[in-house]
């Protein structure tokens, strides 16, 4: 027979027990959650972990923050409001710039905003927040924030009709200077694979890569544009990367002012970050993965 606690073990266990349950992360993604870099924060020049309370440090003195996503990861939905809440907590009042709103929608966004409008809803409406293409309940509580802080709120998107004309005409779009070799080859190596494999015809491929390079400086554009204040910016995981995402678009003076987080899930087999995280992001906030379909199952080549 096991012995009889007394009392006072009880307590004392039930404390601890209370203690590392408040301790554990809780995480929305179902996969992986015991992975050991599932919640660490790798700083990608010094080449070691560091706490989340270094992290809201390093983003409170950075005029720009960009928070890289994959869309569909609820964990980094809920990671990028923690962030956000750092900042106004730090005393930081910046704009809340997203790819989620498309550009050409920002004069109705602020025609709401200056009606008093404060429902999430309502601005989200107002900006033609794609509820089918996005997961509106994920960045819900991102503009919620934004409109109760009186954060400005940045469309940050190209238009589709831009987009459109640009994989069309497979041209650089007015004021882009023609993509080097090397950076061409990288990003039509991440369209096919982002394809299944599958090698899109040249002309498509072309009109792809220039419509990505049009985003990311329309982006760095309107970051570019904010006053002292600064911005987030929440993003596509590859738009925020130092190497050919948005920073590589800024002025150059302002790359300096930029804190590139990355939200990235763990990869099975892989217990170290890795090496050329370096020259991607300066912190890489690992997590478990998302549960998704097999993004080839139904995949239609454009």
């Known amino acids: 027979m096991y012995p009889i606690a007394r009392p006072a073990t009880r307590l004392a266990c039930a404390a601890l027990a209370l203690l ?3 301790c554990a992360p809780t995480y929305l993604s179902p996969l992986q959650q015991d992975h050991p870099l599932a919640g660490r924060i790798w700083d990608t020049r010094a080449r070691m972990f560091v706490t989340r309370e270094a992290l809201f440090e390093r983003a409170a003195a950075a005029r720009f923050v960009m928070l890289g996503e994959a869309h569909d990861n609820p964990d980094h939905h809920r990671l990028q409001a923690e962030v956000l809440a750092a900042l106004r ?17 920002q004069a109705a966004l602020d025609a709401a905003r200056a009606r008093g409008v ?16 996005w997961n509106w309940p994920q960045y819900r509580p991102l503009v919620q924030e934004a409109v109760a802080a009186s954060l400005p709120l940045l469309a940050a998107n190209l238009s589709r009709e831009d987009a459109r004309a640009l994989m ?10 023609p993509a080097p070799p090397a950076l061409r080859a990288s990003l039509e ?17 072309a009109g792809m890569v220039e419509a990505q390079r049009a ?3 329309q982006m760095a554009a309107v970051l ?7 911005a987030v910016l929440i993003a596509g995981a590859g738009h925020t990367r130092h190497d050919r995402g948005v920073p590589a678009y800024l002025p150059a003076d302002l790359r300096r002012d930029v804190l590139a987080i990355g939200f990235l899930e763990v990869e099975a087999g892989r217990t170290e970050p890795r090496p050329e995280y370096a ?24």
């Open 89 to 105: 907590k730090a005393g930081r009042s910046p704009a809340l710039a997203m790819e989620q709103f498309d550009r050409e929608h």
């Open 189 to 205: 190596q991440d369209i096919v694979e982002g394809h299944c494999g599958h090698r899109p015809s040249a002309s498509v491929l």
């Open 215 to 217: 985003r990311d400086a």
């Open 224 to 230: 570019a544009g904010t006053d002292a204040r600064g």
């Open 279 to 302: 020259d991607l992001y300066d912190l890489v906030w690992f997590t478990p993965r998302a549960e998704r379909e097999d993004p080839c199952k139904n995949l239609r080549m454009p």
């Open 168 to 177: 069309k005409a497979g041209r650089p779009a007015a004021g882009l200077a």
């Open 118 to 133: 404060r429902d999430p809803e309502r601005i989200a409406d107002a900006g033609r927040f794609d509820r089918k293409g």
């Open 20 to 22: 590392l349950a408040a």
